[in-house]
Nanobody, 123 residues
Framework: QVQLVESGGGLVQAGGSLTLSCAVS????????MGWFRQAPGKEREFVAA????????DYADSVKGRFTISRDNAPNTVYLQMNSLKPEDTAVYYC????????????????WGQGTQVTVSS
């Protein structure tokens, strides 16, 4: 079984920074892709960022491009989301996702999910 555990969420003032971590364990292919999604109250889960199994290719939502950075380590198996210049509209539950061989911008296409971590940005 694959397990994803997010951490690092909290309360931050607008303009501040925060780094989220996702620890990955279990039986997962070495070529897995990783992604971050977020869901705010009253809104659907939306794509934030994704990184390929090689760590070379990364995609970002237009709303976070230039402010957020996704990265990964292989030992221990961890994916990060560095968030800078945070805005109140970034407030959401942030979820880590994994897929054995591909990454997608549609949440329904990912196979594995963490439980989420709350990020709240005050104005």
């Amino acid at each position: 079984q694959v397990q994803l555990v997010e951490s690092g969420g909290g309360l931050v003032q607008a303009g501040g920074s925060l780094t989220l971590s996702c620890a990955v364990s279990g039986r997962i292919f070495s070529s897995y892709a990783m992604g971050w999604f977020r869901q705010a109250p009253g809104k659907e889960r939306e794509f934030v960022a994704a990184i390929s199994g090689t760590g070379i290719v990364a995609d970002y939502a237009d709303s976070v491009k230039g402010r957020f950075t996704i990265s990964r380590d292989n030992a221990p198996n961890t994916v990060y989301l560095q968030m800078n210049s945070l805005k109140p509209e970034d407030t959401a539950v942030y979820y880590c996702a994994a897929d054995q061989s591909h990454y997608y911008t549609l949440a329904g296409l990912w196979n594995y999910w963490g439980q989420g971590t709350q990020v709240t940005v005050s104005s």
